[in-house]
Structure formats: structure tokens, C-alpha cells
């Protein structure tokens, strides 16, 4: 499959399956999720959907096993959306980018606070 083909694919699915959780997904148990990103396999038969959620711990963790679980429940809605052959296989991960940044911008504050601490001395 050709590379621009299969980016297209990707973000067609991203945009389906971002709608799907926001409109479809009635689970009280799903908080506040982004997809960030898509991963396909070179023959299109498994998906690696990438999520940010915001959250404590807890509510991340009964989000990622709610969307697991309505993963088959989204690939057949994803089916009736996008006209492909095979509708690939979904499989979620969680994305923890955002709590890196945060808390790489937590440390340079600190940082910069000690810097500025030991500058008035």
C-alpha cells in the first residue's frame, strides 16, 4: 500500500473514530479524550488509535478499558463511515504526552525559580 494512501486512511480514521467517542460513546466511564494520533499496520488490518486523556489515574485507567472495550463497537461504526474493504482492527494506547510536557515545563519553572532565588542573594 502506497504511503500517501495509507496517511489518508489514517487520518480518515482519526477524524471518524475522534467523532465516534464525542457522538456515539454514551459511557459515563469515558471522560474527556483526545486522539492525537493514528498508527496503521502496512496491511491496514490493525489500527493503534493514540489518546490523551485528562484525568486523575483512576479515570484514565477506566477510560482506556472502556474504549478497549467498545472497540468492536466503534469498528463497526467506522465500517458504516469510511468505504473500505477490511475494516481494521482497533487497538488503543495511551498517550502521555502532554504529561510529559507539563511536567518538563513543572521542573524549568522550578528552575528558574532557584535561579532567581539565588540571583537576590
Same mark, same amino acid.
Given at each position: 500500500?502506497?504511503?500517501?494512501? *495509507? @496517511?489518508?486512511? *489514517?487520518? *480518515?480514521?482519526?477524524? #471518524?473514530?475522534? +467523532?465516534?467517542?464525542?457522538?456515539?460513546?454514551? +459511557?459515563?466511564?469515558?471522560?474527556?479524550?483526545?486522539?492525537?494520533?493514528?498508527?496503521?499496520?502496512?496491511? $491496514?488490518?490493525?489500527?493503534?488509535?493514540?489518546?490523551?486523556?485528562?484525568?486523575?489515574?483512576? @479515570?484514565?485507567?477506566?477510560?482506556?478499558?472502556? =474504549?478497549?472495550?467498545?472497540?468492536?463497537?466503534?469498528?463497526? #461504526? $467506522?465500517?458504516?463511515?469510511?468505504?473500505?474493504?477490511?475494516?481494521?482492527?482497533?487497538?488503543?494506547? @495511551?498517550?502521555? *504526552? $502532554?504529561?510529559?510536557?507539563?511536567?518538563? +515545563?513543572?521542573? =524549568?519553572? #522550578?528552575?528558574?525559580?532557584?535561579?532567581?532565588?539565588?540571583? #537576590?542573594?
Amino acid at each position: 500500500m502506497g504511503g500517501t494512501r *495509507a @496517511q489518508k486512511m *489514517a487520518e *480518515a480514521i482519526k477524524e #471518524e473514530v475522534s +467523532d465516534i467517542i464525542a457522538t456515539k460513546l454514551k +459511557d459515563p466511564r469515558v471522560g474527556f479524550t483526545t486522539v492525537t494520533a493514528v498508527e496503521t499496520s502496512k496491511d $491496514l488490518h490493525y489500527v493503534t488509535v493514540h489518546v490523551s486523556i485528562l484525568g486523575d489515574e483512576n @479515570q484514565q485507567k477506566q477510560t482506556m478499558e472502556t =474504549l478497549r472495550n467498545a472497540a468492536g463497537f466503534m469498528r463497526t #461504526e $467506522l465500517g458504516s463511515r469510511i468505504r473500505i474493504r477490511h475494516v481494521p482492527e482497533l487497538r488503543f494506547a @495511551q498517550d502521555r *504526552a $502532554l504529561e510529559h510536557h507539563a511536567r518538563i +515545563d513543572e521542573l =524549568l519553572r #522550578e528552575i528558574k525559580e532557584r535561579d532567581n532565588c539565588g540571583d #537576590e542573594e
